[in-house]
Structure formats: C-alpha cells, structure tokens
C-alpha cells in the first residue's frame, strides 16, 4: 500500500490515490491540477523522510469544486456591562481528489 503524508491548506494530511480531501481554499477552478508538497512517503515496508528523497517525489490532486464549511457562531458578552457581540463565519474550503503519487 502507498500512502504520502503531505502539506495541504496549512495541516497534514494522509492520502493515497484515490483518497477525497478537503482543504482550506487553494487558487484554481474544478478541472484544475495542484501538486502537493510530501512530508513522508511510505511504499510497502519502504520509509522514506529524507528531504532530499521527498524533492523527487510529486502528489497530484485533481479540483473538484469550492464550497463553505458550517456556520460558525462566536459570541462574546460581559454580564452587568451590557456588552454582547455575535459574529458568525464559513470557512471557505476546496475539495479535491488525490490522482497520483510517484
């Protein structure tokens, strides 16, 4: 089985051929590609971390589309002063597919 860890939208994540991931918003439309840099590529019993090893290494992923996570409701209030605020955010997110590790 081969698996790569790599670096994608500011977290790692794990993802073999095949695999669906959403990430935080990368620039690109659906149809697009994206390489993905490689942390750790495992190949059967084979490790491999060495930068210069992993430089040789590339992770595709197809675009899928863009959408929004779920609302997100933050509420701050300070009792007896009358200070209440609410504010709400989407984070904007993309989805893609994993096509090829070499």
């Not at 390489?35 to 750790?40: E, F, K, M, R």
């Amino acid at each position: 089985m081969v698996y790569a860890i790599v670096r994608a939208g500011g977290r790692q994540e794990k993802v073999s051929v095949g695999d669906f991931v959403t990430l935080n918003r990368v620039p690109g439309g659906a149809g697009s590609t994206i390489q993905l840099p490689a942390l750790l590529l495992v190949d059967g019993d084979k490790v491999t971390s060495a930068a210069a090893d992993l430089a040789k290494v590339t992770v595709t992923a197809e675009i899928l589309n863009d959408l929004r996570g779920p609302k997100i409701v933050i509420q701050k209030f300070k009792n007896k002063t009358g200070y209440k605020k609410r504010q709400g955010h989407r984070q904007e997110l993309t989805k893609i597919k994993i096509t090829g590790i070499k």
